[in-house]
């Protein structure tokens, strides 16, 4: 996320005056083990006065709440550690500017520790061990930061105090959204824009929605094959779908009720994307509750589906094939039909053919992300013990600026797996819009609850089929329509509060059990002063990066195919912490029925605002935009085969803490980007000229 621009002063240290900078024999040594934490009983947050010359850097309505001064530990440079009720924020004693790899936003956060580390007493030392004092903190976007207090200054302890304060408020309207308020960035209805963007699948954009039409329900519209649906208006029928719906035109608002009660959470079949052209159409739903026997049927539902399967268009007789894509493995989905859930028959659904996709749950994707970013911590030039991968490995072995985006591929990184879910997701979704664009099938996505593994098949399945999600605009109204209206969890996902005021508790172990999360290593002359606390494990169940990880898939696409995006890898990282920030209102909470109940969009600014307002200002220049974008050259589907499909690392993301010179905008395209701003310069100068000049030749 971009920083505020910010003045520099000539003020003196913003820290206490009785706090010195570290001496060479304080500052970090080696690695310890996790300490135990001190939980003890926390007064209600106040705000305290601003020091002078940090004004300058405080977003609209931040205040500070805590302060210590320490050293970060990844980069050995002093410096004050403010927590605000947006942010941990560390400024440099030096350069007096904000530090990016020490600020992190307090969502971004997943966990954090207190730890000591004692260095081993010689012989003839007293018995007493010194120790050091720090505070891990382990963020979701890929970083391991490491801030190292003096000893009895209570500094750390205000710090960490402040931090199990704020860092997971226990109330949604705790968070900085609803302290900052819309601002400037105010939000449209998202229920006007998914409306608009039905029509436009319609193909009857000469209709626009508004506000009013949204509120006297004259939002409905059809063409031949399809219709847009308010039987779920009240979101009584499915509190977590939006409150319109695509439906096949031959179906009626009475089948739809009966067909929702033989789906998982009432997710029955709905479109989501459709061919104008063809009458195909990609659809989502949850899995069918066939019960224990698998034997279990609807007649409403299999007319619903069957609906999906209009006549092949050109003459040509009998109608089309349909694929039911179950996202889960084969043995996952029998294994629901224990609880009621399992998956449909090809036998009772028309012209059709069941496929398994094998793509693993939330838990196994957290985990491996897990996995990922110890990896990264490890063999990384930067990390969080203080020390390059090359030093630590004697200065010749593997690291220190050699983990690449490139070497680092799916064979290197099989341990941790991320990479391996990447393909996987990448190869469903490519087969999906084969299907779609080949055969003019139509395609039925579902998971287990259809709002996992089924936004991310089906979102990127679009991304493929049509180019009007490849440019900013479509990939706003992709993001709102097949993740934000069709209700993934943000808030579960996230491991954010939820809108009843029972909050989660902040996870403080990860759930992997094979690699550890402590980025903390062993090394000579150092021993651990505890046991790591394993009895202490606290993480929510339900967080997990899926939205991350789609995200991430959609990085690779615009690295196979260059000139098919309007927008930059520089835009999916701004954006991806833009929504792990929680610092607009589009990403809370779990469903649109939750934003709308509690009028979220009025009471939060908007994220899209937000970035339209950042390329507002520099034009056509910025980083959003993608320089190589030619959509002349892809005007149709994006079919990879599979064999390209072979992911790497997304360096502007995996990449910018652990290894910054690997995450910098490619070579090439700086110098593209630098040519670029050289002519708009020349352009303006001789525009600024050209009048004087006409004049000139004319006489």
Same mark, same amino acid.
Not at 150 to 167: N, S
Not at 422 to 447: F, K, T, Y
């Given at each position: 996320?971009?920083m505020?621009?910010n003045r520099r *002063?000539t003020?003196?240290s @913003?820290r206490d005056?009785?706090?010195?900078r ?6 970090i040594?080696?690695a ?6 001190e939980?003890?009983? %926390? ?5 305290r006065?601003?020091?002078?010359g940090?004004?300058?850097f405080l977003?609209e309505?931040e205040?500070?709440l805590?302060e210590g001064?320490g050293v970060l530990?990844?980069?050995?440079e002093?410096g ?5 009720? =947006?942010r941990?924020l560390?400024?440099s004693e030096?350069?007096?500017? %904000?530090i990016? @790899?020490g600020?992190i936003p307090l ?5 954090f520790?207190k730890?000591v580390?004692k260095?081993?007493?010689g012989p003839?030392q007293?018995d007493?061990?010194?120790?050091r004092r720090l505070l891990?903190v ?5 970083r391991?930061i490491i801030f ?5 200054t209570k ?6 105090e402040?931090l199990l ?5 226990s109330r ?5 959204a609803?302290?900052?308020?819309p601002s400037r960035?105010s939000?449209i209805?998202?229920r006007?824009r998914?409306?608009?963007?039905y029509?436009?699948l319609?193909g009857?954009e000469s209709?626009?929605s508004s506000l009013?039409?949204?509120?006297d $329900?004259s =939002?409905t519209?059809?063409n031949?094959w399809?219709?847009?649906?308010d ?5 009584d029928m499915?509190? *977590?779908?939006?409150f319109?719906?695509l439906?096949p ?10 067909a929702?009660k033989?789906?998982a959470?009432?997710?029955l079949?709905?479109i989501?994307?459709c061919d104008?052209r063809?009458g195909a159409v990609?659809a989502?739903?949850s899995?069918p509750l066939?019960g @224990? ?5 609807s ?8 609906a ?5 268009p050109g003459g040509k007789?009998g109608?089309?094939?349909?694929? %039911?894509a179950?996202?889960r493995?084969?043995k996952?989905?029998?294994a629901?039909?224990?609880m009621? $859930?399992?998956s449909?028959?090809s036998?009772?659904y028309?012209?059709s053919? %069941? ?5 693993d ?8 992300l897990v996995?990922l970013?110890d990896?990264?911590d490890?063999?990384?030039t930067?990390s969080?013990?203080?020390?390059s991968?090359?030093?630590r490995?004697?200065?010749?072995t593997? $690291?220190?600026?050699?983990?690449s985006s490139m070497s680092?591929?799916?064979?290197t @990184?099989g341990?941790?797996?991320w990479?391996?879910?990447?393909q996987?997701?990448?190869?469903g979704?490519?087969?999906i ?13 579902h998971?287990?609850?259809g709002w ?12 493929l089929?049509?180019?009007?999600y490849r440019t900013?605009?479509?990939f706003q ?6 993740w934000?209206a069709?209700g993934?969890?943000?808030s579960?996902r996230a ?5 009843m005021?029972? $909050? ?6 990860s ?7 402590s ?11 505890q046991?790591?606390?394993s009895n202490q494990?606290?993480?929510?169940n339900?967080?997990?990066p899926?939205?991350?990880q789609?995200?991430?898939?959609v990085?690779q ?5 260059p ?5 930059s890898?520089a ?5 991806l912490?833009c929504?792990l920030s929680c610092?607009?209102g589009n ?9 709308e109940q509690y009028?979220v969009?009025?009471?939060?600014g908007?994220?899209w605002?937000?970035l339209?307002?950042?390329r507002a200002k520099?034009g ?5 935009y993608?320089l ?7 005007e149709?589907p994006l079919?990879p ?16 803490w ?6 910098q905008?490619g070579?090439v395209?700086?110098?593209?980007r630098?040519?670029v701003?050289?002519?708009s310069?020349?352009q ?5 000229h050209?009048p ?5 030749y004319s006489?």
């Amino acid at each position: 996320m971009a920083m505020p621009r910010n003045r520099r *002063t000539t003020t003196t240290s @913003l820290r206490d005056s009785d706090t010195t900078r570290l001496p060479d024999s304080d500052k970090i040594e080696g690695a310890g083990s996790w300490d135990a934490l001190e939980w003890t009983k %926390i007064d209600p947050v106040v705000s305290r006065p601003v020091p002078h010359g940090l004004s300058d850097f405080l977003y609209e309505a931040e205040e500070v709440l805590a302060e210590g001064y320490g050293v970060l530990a990844n980069t050995d440079e002093a410096g004050t550690l403010f927590v605000t009720n =947006f942010r941990l924020l560390f400024l440099s004693e030096g350069s007096r500017d %904000i530090i990016k @790899l020490g600020t992190i936003p307090l969502a971004t956060i997943e966990r954090f520790n207190k730890i000591v580390i004692k260095q081993q007493s010689g012989p003839r030392q007293s018995d007493k061990t010194p120790t050091r004092r720090l505070l891990q903190v382990i963020g979701k976007d890929m970083r391991i930061i490491i801030f190292a207090f003096r000893p009895r200054t209570k500094q750390r302890r205000a710090v960490f105090e402040a931090l199990l304060r704020c860092a997971r408020p226990s109330r949604l309207w705790d968070l900085y959204a609803f302290s900052s308020g819309p601002s400037r960035f105010s939000n449209i209805s998202p229920r006007v824009r998914l409306v608009n963007e039905y029509l436009r699948l319609l193909g009857v954009e000469s209709r626009h929605s508004s506000l009013s039409t949204i509120e006297d $329900g004259s =939002f409905t519209s059809s063409n031949n094959w399809w219709r847009i649906s308010d039987v779920n208006a009240t979101y009584d029928m499915c509190p *977590t779908y939006p409150f319109s719906l695509l439906l096949p035109k031959s179906i009626r608002d009475e089948d739809v009720l009966q067909a929702c009660k033989f789906r998982a959470r009432g997710r029955l079949p709905v479109i989501s994307w459709c061919d104008g052209r063809t009458g195909a159409v990609l659809a989502r739903s949850s899995q069918p509750l066939v019960g @224990l026997m698998m034997n279990m049927r609807s007649n409403a539902d299999e007319n619903l589906v069957g609906a999906l399967c209009t006549e092949l268009p050109g003459g040509k007789r009998g109608r089309r094939k349909l694929y %039911i894509a179950d996202a889960r493995p084969r043995k996952n989905a029998l294994a629901n039909g224990a609880m009621g $859930g399992g998956s449909e028959s090809s036998a009772n659904y028309f012209q059709s053919e %069941i496929v398994f996709f094998g793509i693993d749950n939330i838990h196994a994707m957290r985990e491996s992300l897990v996995r990922l970013r110890d990896y990264l911590d490890t063999h990384g030039t930067k990390s969080s013990d203080g020390m390059s991968s090359f030093l630590r490995h004697g200065g010749w072995t593997w $690291g220190g600026g050699n983990l690449s985006s490139m070497s680092a591929s799916v064979s290197t @990184l099989g341990d941790s797996g991320w990479l391996i879910h990447i393909q996987n997701v990448l190869a469903g979704s490519a087969w999906i819009a084969a299907r779609v664009a080949i055969e003019s099938a139509s395609v039925l996505v579902h998971c287990s609850d259809g709002w996992d593994r089924t936004s991310q098949l089906v979102a990127l399945a679009s991304l493929l089929l049509d180019p009007y999600y490849r440019t900013i605009k479509g990939f706003q109204a992709l993001v709102e329509k097949d993740w934000l209206a069709f209700g993934h969890p943000f808030s579960d996902r996230a491991g954010m509060a939820s809108l009843m005021g029972s $909050g989660l508790e902040l996870p403080r172990q990860s759930s992997s059990t094979n690699f550890p999360s402590s980025p903390m290593r062993q090394t000579p002359g150092t021993f651990p002063s505890q046991s790591p606390m394993s009895n202490q494990t606290q993480t929510s169940n339900h967080y997990s990066p899926i939205f991350l990880q789609w995200v991430d898939c959609v990085s690779q696409l615009l690295r196979m195919y260059p000139f098919a995006f309007e927008f930059s890898s520089a835009y999916l990282v701004d954006f991806l912490d833009c929504t792990l920030s929680c610092r607009f209102g589009n990403f809370l909470c779990n469903s649109e029925k939750e934003r709308e109940q509690y009028g979220v969009s009025d009471a939060c600014g908007c994220l899209w605002m937000y970035l339209d307002d950042m390329r507002a200002k520099v034009g056509s220049s910025h980083v959003h935009y993608n320089l190589f974008y030619d959509p002349s050259k892809h005007e149709g589907p994006l079919l990879p085969p599979a064999a390209a499909l072979a992911p790497t690392l997304w360096p502007q993301f995996h990449l910018r803490w652990s290894c910054p010179s690997e995450a910098q905008t490619g070579e090439v395209e700086a110098q593209c980007r630098s040519l670029v701003e050289k002519i708009s310069e020349l352009q303006r100068v001789m525009d600024k000229h050209t009048p004087s000049s006409f004049c000139y030749y004319s006489l």
